[in-house]
């Protein structure tokens, strides 16, 4: 049986700092975009009685869709900052996907 070894402590540093400030900015940004687009806050509990449906599912795929996305972006900059400091690649991250 293969013996799991522990990320380095940079790279799990790393990852929750690159996922904290996305997570923080990907709020922003979409709360600012649905204010630009809609004239209105964001419902901020779509499942509330008073939230009409196409604005709760307008809303799940507009944040759904810049979560995954600031994940994504979060993910690769922290893989290409572990890789630029240590010059190797992060645990668990292949060359080719």
């Keep these: 049986m293969a013996r799991k070894t522990k990320p380095p402590m940079t790279w799990k540093l790393l990852g929750a ?7 923080i900015a990907v709020r922003k940004l979409t709360d600012a975009a649905w204010y630009a687009a809609r ?3 964001p419902p901020k509990n779509p499942a509330a009685p008073g939230v009409f449906w ?3 599912l307008a809303w799940a795929a507009f944040s759904g869709l810049a979560v995954a996305g ?9 893989a290409a900052a572990y890789t630029s400091l240590t ?3 992060p645990p668990g991250v292949d060359e080719v996907g």
């Design 17 to 23: 700092g690159a996922t904290t400030l996305s997570g």
């Design 39 to 41: 004239g209105t806050t």
């Design 54 to 56: 196409p604005d709760a």
């Design 70 to 78: 600031g994940r994504l972006l979060a993910a690769r900059g922290a």
């Design 87 to 89: 010059g190797k690649l």
